[in-house]
């Protein structure tokens, strides 16, 4: 384990102090597991932008279209438990 040195305004040290106490822990172990917290949704936050940059190059390369509505219904379904049908593709419109 590396060590490192992080100065804090005095009232988010008491804040932490606080938080790491009604959470059993010491102010260390809270702040470590913050740290991890954070690290993996910024890990997440990027992989989903990749994922939707990616996205965006395949429809403009003329990947398969979805009506919003069809995948609100489906996804909708999904969250109550059913097993719908999945969406069908739309058919582009020639822009001009």
Do not use: N
Request: with cysteine.
């Amino acid at each position: 384990m590396a060590t490192t040195t992080l100065k804090l305004p005095e009232g988010l040290k008491e804040h932490i102090a606080a938080l790491a106490r009604r959470a059993g822990k010491s102010p260390h172990c809270w702040m470590v597991e913050a740290l991890e917290r954070e690290a993996a949704l910024t890990d997440l936050r990027e992989a989903f932008l990749r994922e939707a940059e990616q996205s965006a190059r395949d429809i403009d390369a003329g990947g398969p279209l979805y009506a919003a509505e069809d995948v609100h219904a489906y996804l909708a379904a999904k969250a109550a438990g059913r097993v719908p049908r999945r969406p069908t593709p739309i058919k582009r419109t020639r822009s001009r």
